[in-house]
């Protein structure tokens, strides 16, 4: 089992590191460096685009974004992580649906998206160099796109003298996803790089952006959390997330209800009864109890009770499973054999169609769990997943 990396650091640390890496790239000094990290949901999936409630923590992996302001108005963009020289674009002409350059990579969009965002909000940027690396694992449920539409945000921020809140970070991510990059995700990835707090899961409510930091020290319970990362990618773009988001907003229509977080845990099965779809009876479900499981969570740890939680998250795997269908062999084989192992609780973490999924255990069992599960990967003919231990990290911040 691997412990949860900390971002390359060269000899003076992050920012020493990523300072040198802008030298490199262009020639010249940054005007600072800035950080924003992956998440794991602890609880409440596929509910943010329903107007419901999500508890995400962040996780110690971050994209670092080194940056400084340039006299024209070029948006440059370089990754220490993907193949290729320096991608420039005219900040005037980003919008969506233009097509990139010749030779400008796919991944450019997140930057181009958020700096498209910023400035359709009424900001006014001018051209700006940036510079980025990451230790997000891409495609593993992890929101490795939000860290890098906060990462981008907050330098843009900062460099341009913006003000911007945590929320208004998050909202020109999720406004980069949606509009331009054209993934119809919800906000709480983005709320989650650019709010979260060390030591707490964030209690989040997407109507309306208002939320609580719930403490939650593991270790300090005799507790760890481990990920384990499948190692079978997805693409939200290219998934049947678009569908489920559709079959949302189909049921909250055919209920006549603004959005699924406004039908009651009680009258659920009333509100079933009205539904001849079944697939829209699953999908409803599965938004209806997660939504109450947020709940459940909040309290339990509220009070304390740190491993009564453990069943809850379980119950959540079963529900994306056979109500919201957005697991896959892997992570079903990752969520039994913990469990089997003596696991309190996993289940699959982030959009689905793979990823990742997040398990709830003893400290003296964390090691026997992880291995029971590289073995049973190995066994059934699956990539084998990288499994670490993770402890809930900072959000978004400056690092110099």
Do not use: K
């Not at 992580?81 to 350059?101: C, F, N, S």
Request: charged share 20%.
């Amino acid at each position: 089992m691997t412990v949860a990396p900390t971002p390359p650091a060269g000899s003076g640390g992050p920012a020493a590191g990523m300072a040198a890496l802008f030298r490199d790239t262009y020639g010249t000094e940054p005007h600072g460096v800035w950080a924003a990290p992956g998440r794991v949901n602890l609880i409440g999936e596929h509910t943010d685009y329903n107007d419901g409630f999500v508890m995400p923590f962040a996780l110690p992996h971050t994209t670092l974004v080194a940056g400084a302001r340039r006299a024209d108005r070029t948006l440059a963009v370089y990754s220490a992580d993907q193949p290729g020289p320096i991608a420039e674009l005219p900040l005037d002409d980003l919008r969506p649906g233009r097509a990139r350059p010749a030779g400008v990579p796919a991944w450019t969009a997140y930057p181009a998206g958020v700096a498209w965002a910023l400035r359709e909000a009424g900001h006014d940027l001018g051209g700006v160099s940036l510079a980025v690396r990451s230790t997000v694992p891409a495609g593993a449920g992890l929101s490795s796109s939000a860290a890098l539409e906060v990462a981008t945000a907050l330098a843009l921020d900062h460099l341009f003298g913006l003000g911007l809140t945590g929320p208004r970070l998050a909202r020109a991510g999720r406004r980069a996803e949606n509009a331009y990059v054209g993934v119809p995700s919800g906000i709480m990835d983005q709320m989650a790089s650019a709010c979260c707090a060390a030591g707490h899961v964030l209690h989040l409510d997407t109507r309306d952006l208002t939320f609580r930091q719930v403490p939650f020290e593991a270790a300090a319970a005799g507790l760890r959390l481990l990920v384990v990362d499948t190692g079978v990618r997805h693409s939200l773009a290219d998934s049947g997330y678009a569908e489920r988001r559709a079959s949302c907003e189909a049921g909250a229509e055919a209920l006549g209800v603004p959005a699924l977080r406004d039908i009651p845990a009680d009258g659920l099965d009333a509100a079933l009864a009205r539904l001849t779809d079944p697939v829209l009876r699953r999908r409803v479900r599965h938004v209806v109890t997660e939504n109450a499981r947020v709940a459940e969570v909040a309290a339990l740890l509220a009070a304390g009770r740190h491993r009564a939680i453990g069943p809850v998250l379980t119950a959540g795997h079963a529900s994306l499973r056979d109500d919201f269908e957005v697991s896959c062999p892997e992570l079903d084989l990752v969520v039994a054999t913990a469990t089997a192992a003596g696991a309190l609780g996993a289940r699959m973490t982030g959009g689905g169609f793979g990823g990742s999924a997040v398990v709830l255990v003893e400290a003296e069992a964390a090691e026997s769990v992880g291995r029971a599960v590289t073995e049973a990967a190995a066994a059934a003919g699956h990539p084998v997943p990288r499994v670490f231990t993770t402890t809930p990290s900072a959000g978004a911040r400056a690092l110099t």
